[in-house]
C-alpha cells in the first residue's frame, strides 16, 4: 500500500492473492449452493420438510396482515387462538422474503432466503479473517473451513449447518453470518478504530435475525475485546458500537425482553454427554489439525487462531455449565464446531510453512539460499496452500454428497442423507408421497369454512404426516384458506402461552400425539375429554384420521360430521361462540405460580368458573385453580360477533356481566366499552361491558412506543458514528511503549499483524 500512495505500480502479489480469493471464496459458495439443487430452488413450489412446512405461513402473513397496518409485529389469529406475530420470533428473514416477493414468485422468494445464510457464511468467513488483519491466505481457509461445517451431518436442528437449515433454522444460519461479519469489524475497529458504525448495524442484524447467534457474537466481541489490550479509546469504540447496536434492534428487542413472561418454554431438556457432544470422535482429524494450527501462531505470534479457540473455549465452557433453562444448551455447540473448524482449517497453513520450513533449514542446509527466494518459496506456498486445502476439502465434504466425478478419489463410502433432504425439500408439495391426499384435504376445509363458516381447527396429529412432505403442513391451513380455516398448532411454539394448552388437547384427541412439550400432565386419547377443551377453547373444527379417534368421535354428540376426505373425518363442534356470556363471576388467582394452576384447572373434566389472573374487586379470590368459588349471575347474551386480524366488536343485551371472549390474551389488547381485558385460564381474555357495544383493538402499548423510540435513538447514533472520526485506538499503546523505549508491535506497526 505505502508503494502505491508513493506511485509504484500494485504489488503483483496482491493481484494474485485477490484472484485466489475469488476463485476460493467463490468456489466454496458456489459449490454450497450447487448441493442445494438450484433447479429445484427457483421452481415455483412451496417448500416442505421440518419447520419449513410451518415457516412459509410466516412471511406471507407479515406482508398480507401486518405491513399494511404499518407494523413489524402484529396480531395473527391463524394459530393458538391468536398470538403476537414476531414478537418474541425475529422478523428480519422474513422482511428478506417479503423483499424478493417484490421481484419473484413468493416460493422462489422464501427458498433462497432459507439458503441465504448457509451461502454467505464462506463468505462471512473470510470477511472476518480480512477484516481481522490475517495475512493471506488464512481468510480463504477461513472460508474452506466453513464446508466441513455447514455439511456435518452429526447433528441437525442445534443451527447453523445445512441440515438444521432444511430442518427450519434459516434464521439461525443467517444470523450466525451476520455475527462473523460483525467479530471482523470489531477485530479491525480494535486496531484502526474504524468502522464502529458497521459494527453496530451488523450486531443489529445478528439480533434481529437470531438471538442465539447474538450470544456468540457478544462472547465474541469481549474475547476480541480483552485480547487488545484494553484502553479508554477501545473501551469508547465497544460501548459506542454496543450501545448502537442494541438501540436499532429496540424495535423488537426491547419489547421481547419487556414481554419475556408471555414467552413460553418449552422445557428442552440440558445435554449433559459432555465427551460425546464437545469432543465426538468423528473430529479427531479436526483437533488435531486445529492444535497444530495453534502451536504454528504461538511460534509466529499470529493471534487469529488463538482468538477463534479462545471464543469456542468460553462457548464450550457455556454449553457445559448452562443450567436447565429456556436457553437450551445444545444451541450454542454449532459455535463450538464452527470454531473448531475454523482453527483447524488454518492449521493447512501451519503444515504448509512448517514443510517449508523444513525443506529449506534443514534438507538444504548448508546450500546457498538467498532472502529473496526464501521469500518466494514462502510467497508460492501461500499461493499452493488455500488450492491444496480446497481439493482436500472438497474431497472429504464432496465424497459423502455424491458430488465428485467417478474418477475423483474417495477417502471413504459414507453417504450422506442431506442431498435427499435437499432434493425432497425444495421439490416441494407436488413432489411429496401424498401431495394429491394434502390437496384434497386442503380443499375440502375450504368447502367446509364456506359451508359451515370460518374458524379455528384442531387437527389429530401423527408422524405419517410427513407423507405430505412435513408433519407439520396442515398448519398451512390459514395460508391455503385465506385465514378462513385456522390452526390450533403453529410452528412458533415459544410466541404463545396457549401452546401447552394446545399439546395438552391434541395429546387427549390424537392416537399417537407429538408431546414436544416437557411436564405436561398428558393423557391419552379421550375424545369426549377433548372436545369439552375444544368447547372450552372455542375451537370449531376437529379432523380425525386414526381408527381409534374416529370411532370414539363418531359416538360423541358433541361432534356433527361435516366432510370425509382420504383418511380424514371433519367434525364440527357444538357450543364453541367465539364470544360467550358467563354464568359465574371469575375467580381470581390471589397466590401461585399462573401457568401451574392454570394447568391444573384445564386438566379437569368441568369449568363453570372461570380463573383469572386478575380482576374487580367483586370478584372471589382463591388461592388454587381448583374447587372455586361460584358466584351466579344473569349471562349476558351476545351477539353480532365480529372478527379479523386485530378487531373483535360484539354486542351484549346488558352491561356489568362478564364475557369471555374466546381468543388468547396478550397485554397489547385494549377494550372500549368495556372493563378489562383481564386474562383468565386457559389463556383467554374476559370484559366487563360498560355499554352495549364492545370493541377489542391489538393496541401498541408503552412497551411498544419504548421499543421504537429506542430505535430512533439508534438510528441517531449510527448517523453519529458514521460522522465522527477513527477513535486512536492504538495511540495509548505507541505513547506507552514509546516511553518504554520499546519498538512497535504488530498491533501498532502500519501494516497487519501476519
Given at each position: ?18 484472484l ?8 466454496a ?26 415457516h412459509?405461513?410466516?412471511p ?26 414476531y ?21 422462489v ?25 490475517a ?62 458504525a ?5 450486531l ?39 450501545l ?63 482468538t ?27 459455535f ?38 526464501s ?7 501461500r ?6 486445502a ?28 442431506l ?49 405430505y ?56 386419547l ?28 363418531a359416538?360423541?354428540t ?15 363442534v ?38 383469572a ?12 385453580g ?40 396478550y ?29 377489542l ?41 514509546s ?16
Amino acid at each position: 500500500m505505502a508503494a502505491h500512495r508513493r506511485g509504484r505500480a500494485p504489488d503483483a502479489t496482491f493481484r494474485w492473492s485477490g484472484l485466489v480469493s475469488l476463485v476460493v471464496v467463490g468456489g466454496a459458495v458456489l459449490f454450497v449452493f450447487w448441493q442445494l439443487h438450484p433447479d429445484l430452488i427457483f421452481r415455483n413450489t412451496l417448500p416442505t420438510g421440518g419447520d419449513n412446512g410451518g415457516h412459509v405461513w410466516g412471511p406471507a402473513f407479515l406482508r398480507d396482515h401486518i405491513l399494511n397496518h404499518g407494523r413489524l409485529s402484529g396480531w395473527a389469529p391463524d394459530w393458538y387462538s391468536g398470538f403476537p406475530a414476531y414478537q418474541f420470533y425475529m422478523v428480519v428473514p422474513a422482511l428478506f422474503v417479503v423483499a424478493l416477493d417484490v421481484i419473484l414468485p413468493y416460493a422462489v422468494a422464501f427458498k433462497l432466503v432459507t439458503v441465504l445464510g448457509v451461502c454467505t457464511l464462506p463468505v462471512a468467513a473470510w470477511a472476518f479473517g480480512k477484516l481481522a488483519g490475517a495475512r493471506f491466505p488464512s481468510p480463504e481457509l477461513l472460508a474452506l473451513g466453513t464446508l466441513p461445517f455447514l455439511f456435518d451431518t452429526g447433528f441437525s436442528i442445534y443451527g447453523g449447518n445445512v441440515a438444521s437449515t432444511l430442518a427450519g433454522e434459516f434464521a439461525f444460519a443467517i444470523s450466525l453470518s451476520f455475527a462473523l461479519l460483525a467479530l471482523g469489524l470489531v477485530a479491525n475497529g480494535m486496531r484502526t478504530g474504524r468502522h464502529r458504525a458497521a459494527a453496530a448495524v451488523a450486531l443489529a442484524l445478528t439480533v434481529l435475525c437470531h438471538l442465539i447467534p447474538a450470544i456468540f457474537a457478544i462472547v465474541g466481541c469481549a474475547v476480541i475485546f480483552l485480547s487488545h489490550r484494553p484502553n479508554r479509546a477501545r473501551v469508547w469504540w465497544m460501548v459506542t458500537a454496543g450501545l448502537t447496536a442494541i438501540a436499532l434492534s429496540g424495535f423488537w428487542l426491547f419489547p421481547f425482553v419487556a414481554r419475556h413472561a408471555y414467552f413460553n418454554d418449552m422445557g428442552w431438556v440440558k445435554l449433559d454427554a459432555l465427551g460425546d457432544n464437545l469432543f465426538p470422535g468423528r473430529l479427531l482429524w479436526a483437533f488435531i489439525l486445529a492444535a497444530v494450527a495453534l502451536v504454528g501462531a504461538a511460534i509466529r505470534r499470529d493471534r487469529l487462531a488463538p482468538t477463534i479457540a479462545a471464543i469456542g473455549v468460553v462457548i464450550g465452557l457455556g454449553f457445559a455449565y448452562a443450567p436447565q433453562a429456556a436457553l437450551w444448551n445444545a444451541r450454542l455447540l454449532p459455535f463450538w464446531y464452527l470454531c473448531l473448524y475454523l482453527v483447524a482449517a488454518l492449521g493447512f497453513l501451519e503444515l504448509a510453512l512448517g514443510i517449508r520450513w523444513f525443506i529449506l533449514e534443514l534438507v538444504a542446509a548448508g546450500a546457498p539460499t538467498s532472502a529473496r527466494r526464501s521469500r518466494r518459496t514462502e510467497q508460492w506456498t501461500r499461493y499452493a496452500v488455500p488450492f491444496v486445502a480446497g481439493l482436500v476439502v472438497i474431497t472429504g465434504v464432496g465424497g459423502p454428497l455424491g458430488a465428485l466425478p467417478d474418477w475423483w478419489p474417495k477417502p471413504n463410502t459414507t453417504v450422506s442423507y442431506l442431498p435427499g433432504w435437499a432434493r425432497s425439500h425444495y421439490a416441494g408439495y407436488p413432489a411429496a408421497p401424498a401431495y394429491g391426499e394434502f390437496q384434497a384435504f386442503v380443499s375440502t376445509m375450504a368447502k367446509v369454512g364456506r359451508q359451515n363458516g370460518c374458524g379455528q381447527s384442531l387437527w389429530e396429529f401423527s408422524s405419517d404426516l410427513d407423507r405430505y412432505g412435513s408433519t407439520m403442513a396442515p398448519m398451512l391451513l390459514p395460508y391455503f384458506t385465506d385465514g378462513c380455516i385456522g390452526s390450533m398448532e403453529g410452528v412458533y411454539f415459544e410466541s404463545s402461552q396457549t401452546t401447552p394448552f394446545h399439546f395438552l388437547m391434541q395429546s387427549t384427541l390424537s392416537a399417537a400425539p407429538s408431546r414436544p412439550q416437557r411436564d405436561l400432565p398428558y393423557t391419552g386419547l379421550d375424545v369426549r375429554l377433548g372436545v369439552q377443551q375444544l368447547q372450552l377453547m372455542g375451537i370449531r373444527y376437529y379432523m380425525a384420521s386414526s381408527a381409534s379417534a374416529i370411532q370414539q368421535a363418531a359416538a360423541d354428540t358433541d361432534l356433527r360430521e361435516v366432510a370425509t376426505t382420504g383418511p380424514w373425518h371433519v367434525y364440527e363442534v357444538k357450543g364453541t361462540a367465539p364470544v360467550v356470556g358467563l354464568p359465574y363471576l371469575p375467580a381470581v388467582l390471589g397466590k401461585g405460580a399462573w401457568r401451574d394452576n392454570a394447568i391444573s384447572w384445564f386438566a379437569g373434566p368441568t369449568w363453570p368458573v372461570e380463573l383469572a389472573r386478575s380482576g374487580p374487586p367483586s370478584w372471589p379470590r382463591v388461592s388454587s385453580g381448583t374447587n372455586l368459588t361460584q358466584v351466579p349471575v344473569a349471562p349476558a347474551k351476545v351477539t353480532n360477533v365480529r372478527r379479523n386480524d386485530d378487531r373483535i366488536s360484539f354486542d351484549v343485551d346488558k352491561i356489568g356481566t362478564p364475557v369471555l371472549v374466546r381468543t388468547s390474551y396478550y397485554p397489547n389488547w385494549v377494550a372500549e366499552g368495556a372493563k378489562g381485558p383481564y386474562r383468565v385460564a386457559p389463556n383467554q381474555m374476559v370484559v366487563v361491558p360498560t355499554s352495549k357495544h364492545v370493541r377489542l383493538r391489538y393496541g401498541r402499548t408503552p412497551v411498544d412506543l419504548a421499543g421504537s423510540t429506542l430505535t430512533l435513538l439508534g438510528l441517531g447514533g449510527f448517523t453519529a458514528l458514521i460522522l465522527l472520526p477513527p477513535l486512536p485506538v492504538a495511540a495509548a499503546v505507541r505513547r506507552r511503549r514509546s516511553s518504554r523505549g520499546a519498538g512497535p508491535t504488530a498491533e501498532t506497526a502500519a501494516g497487519p499483524p501476519t
